[in-house]
């Protein structure tokens, strides 16, 4: 219990990836620390190796290529992401969903990269990522993978990450102009607060519905047969009632300190709703 | 090993507050405008180490957990919770507590304004409440209210109801770009 505990500001992925390979300790990567210092304070999460990444120039990447795409380093920070001029452009629901996240302080540590690490079933920067079909950049003394995000969770803070693997970005698809999405979250306080039900949705140029959920299932989810329902159908003003009643017997929430499973199902009804009508309307305009 | 969760009972403090009997190591910073070095304790946080290593007790603990705002600093020219952030992580670092907005015990503009506009009541969320709205101005010195909530709602205020503070940020922009001119 009297290990010694060590704190490492790494400088090189490798350095990282060879502490991670070391069986002995409980090493745990350490990015902005908002979710980790939590715990550790409440004695949740008791590492003995504490490895910072904030200090490895490949982390701090935050750049898109037309036609590629975009990555985000492990060390970008939220408040990066609210500021990013084509991720506020192109990526709307991500732009949207960071600037709900907590505060701006917050904001200021808390890393994208740490949200999905981290796999909260609300975790607010998920439901964006998905829709934008995002991909996991894994790396580990044994190779690097990439693993898109919808296979990444596997259940309430729990992902197929092994304990000597490091996420060392996250990269979205490049997309068209037109490509029209937004992010709804309903929370019991702005600004401090994960939501009860977090809605991202997106309408691409080729008229194609994604939309994705947060927070009313053990992992945030894309709901494909929702998906399918919006785009089977004709854009009537019904359309978004209809997708509203749907997606409450598609989702199956459970009841916790934010919120009943009730309150959720409503208002992820509500929010559909919202989001298919805002959509709709604003391509109209 | 990872197997480590939850050995200690709820009530017990937790790694972060106490002498973790860890072996020291060295830090060194600058808190408003001194280097500072020392040997810590490497669990310890940020806060803990201004407020019982520095003495420097105008930093606020209110949730200890990210919550409250109690304890924002700036720290290399952002708003942060110190409460959040390990001590060993401000190696290097450029700190400005609420002790380094006046200057030779004269009070800075957003303080006075503070004062004189009723800003503040008990006064425990004001040194977090002041390093927000420091942050925030030297960003820019013409916020907007919606800017200007959006930078302090991460401070929480039981007492004032918050547009005094509100009041108080915007005249001191607008003090402070008068003085610049
Ligand atoms: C007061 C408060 C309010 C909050 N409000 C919100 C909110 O509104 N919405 C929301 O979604 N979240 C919220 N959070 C949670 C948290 O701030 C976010 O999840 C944040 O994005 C986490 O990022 P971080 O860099 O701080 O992660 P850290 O705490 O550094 O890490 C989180 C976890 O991921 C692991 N990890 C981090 N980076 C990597 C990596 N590169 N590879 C492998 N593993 C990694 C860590 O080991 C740790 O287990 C809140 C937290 C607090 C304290
Ligand atoms: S003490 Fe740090 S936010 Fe409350
Ligand atoms: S003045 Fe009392 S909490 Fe703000």
């Known amino acids: ?85 084509i991720i506020l452009e192109k990526y709307q629901a991500l732009g949207q969903a960071a600037k709900t996240l907590a505060s701006y302080q917050l904001r200021n540590r808390a890393t994208l990269v740490g949200n999905v690490c981290n796999a909260s079933p609300g975790a607010d920067l998920a439901g964006p990522l998905l829709i934008f079909e995002a991909n996991v950049h894994i790396a580990s003394l044994d190779g690097r993978r990439v693993l898109p995000l919808a296979q990444f969770f596997t259940g309430p803070k729990k992902t197929v990450l092994a304990a000597n693997e490091l996420v060392t970005g996250i990269s979205l698809p490049d997309l068209s102009s037109g490509d029209q999405s ?104 | 090993m990872c197997e480590n969760q939850s050995q200690h009972g709820p009530q017990e403090h937790c790694s972060t507050y106490i002498d973790s009997q860890q072996p020291r190591v060295f830090l060194s910073c600058w808190v408003n405008g001194e280097i500072i070095s020392a040997q810590i304790d490497p669990m310890i946080t940020l806060l803990n180490f201004l407020r019982q290593g520095l003495k420097l007790l105008g930093t606020k603990e209110g949730c200890g957990e990210g919550e409250c705002g109690a304890c924002t600093i700036i720290m290399n020219g952002e708003a942060v919770n110190a409460c959040l952030i390990l001590a060993v992580e401000a190696q290097d670092a450029e700190i400005t507590t609420v002790e380094g907005l006046s200057t030779g015990g004269q009070l800075s503009i957003l303080q006075s304004e503070f004062v004189s506009q009723d800003a503040l009541q008990c006064g425990f969320c004001t040194p977090g409440m002041l390093m927000s709205a420091r942050a925030l101005l030297d960003r820019t010195l013409d916020p907007t209210d919606p800017e200007i909530k959006e930078a302090i709602a991460g401070n929480l205020c039981r007492c004032t109801g918050y547009s005094p503070i509100i009041a108080a940020i915007s005249s001191t922009a607008k003090k402070e770009r008068e003085e610049r001119k």
Do not use: W
């Open chain 1, 182 to 285: 937004l992010y709804l979250k309903q929370a019991r306080v702005k600004g401090h607060d994960l939501g009860i039900v977090g809605v991202a949705m997106r309408l691409t140029l080729d008229q194609k519905f994604l939309v994705a959920l947060s927070a009313v299932a053990p992992t945030p989810i894309r709901l494909l047969e929702l998906e399918e329902f919006l785009n089977a159908h004709p854009r009537t003003p019904e359309l978004a009632t209809k997708a509203g009643e749907m997606v409450q017997k598609l989702i199956h929430p459970i009841s916790d300190v934010r919120a009943s499973a009730e309150y959720r199902l409503l208002i992820a009804g509500v929010l559909v709703k919202r989001a298919v009508t805002l959509l709709t309307t604003r391509e109209a305009n």
């Open chain 1, 1 to 85: 219990m009297f290990s010694q505990f060590k704190y490492v500001k790494a400088q090189t992925i490798d350095e990282v990836l060879t502490y991670l390979g070391d069986r002995d300790r409980c090493v745990k990567i350490l990015a902005g620390g908002t979710d980790l210092m939590v715990l550790m304070q409440r004695n949740l999460e008791t590492p003995d190796c504490l490895i910072d990444i904030k200090g490895i120039e490949e982390m701090k990447r935050l750049d898109f290529v037309q036609g590629v795409g975009l990555f985000v380093g492990a060390s970008v920070t939220v408040n990066q992401v609210t500021e990013s001029k």
